[in-house]
């Protein structure tokens, strides 16, 4: 004689126990972890990125816009930095170059562009590795005049400044 399912009974006893087996995970149609957190701060700073090169493409004349720009794609750098010192044991890019080089063992470099862009004055993005024993590293762009210090548009864009949320 056959036994009726019935789709409202519990797990029998001696299988609320078990462990889920870490096989299970990856079988499709089971739960699965989010896209790693790399993933998107690859995707987010390709479009960072993407949109800054865009934007040097044409004149905006607006330097709110511009500055903008900057001091978010100055924060995708910086972050891409760290991340890359996270993953090295330590050890900081030598230039921001090395960021677009394929990682050994990651699926993708740590920015998914083919050049590093221009700030959208056009020139190039700063870097500053630490100093030995130190791991305070500085990526900044000069402003619009690109030269050191100034104010209102000449103002100097870092991630230091950034983290201190003094701009």
């Known amino acids: 004689m056959r036994e009726e399912y019935d789709s409202s009974s519990r797990v029998p006893e001696a299988m609320e ?12 149609g ?3 972890r989010a896209l790693l957190p790399e993933v998107w ?24 816009c511009n500055w903008s720009h900057a001091k978010a794609s100055v924060a995708v750098l910086a972050d891409a930095v760290a991340r890359f010192a996270d993953d090295h044991d ?3 890019p030598g230039t921001l170059e090395e960021l677009l080089l394929p990682a050994q063992g990651l699926p993708m470099p740590y920015l998914d562009v ?7 004055w056009g020139t190039p993005y700063g870097y500053e590795p630490p100093e030995a024993g130190s791991c305070s590293f500085r990526v900044f762009s000069l402003g619009a005049d690109s030269l050191p210090g100034g104010k ?11 983290k201190e949320g003094k701009i």
């Open 114 to 120: 083919d050049f590093m862009p221009p700030d959208p």
């Open 90 to 92: 330590g050890r900081f």
């Open 30 to 32: 089971c739960r699965r």
């Open 17 to 28: 126990d078990r462990e889920l087996d870490p096989a299970l995970a990856t079988r499709p």
């Open 41 to 64: 701060y690859g995707l987010l700073a390709a479009l960072v990125l993407w949109m800054l090169a865009k934007s040097n493409s044409r004149e905006f004349g607006r330097t709110v």
């Open 152 to 162: 209102g548009d000449d103002r100097d864009i870092d991630n230091l400044l950034i």
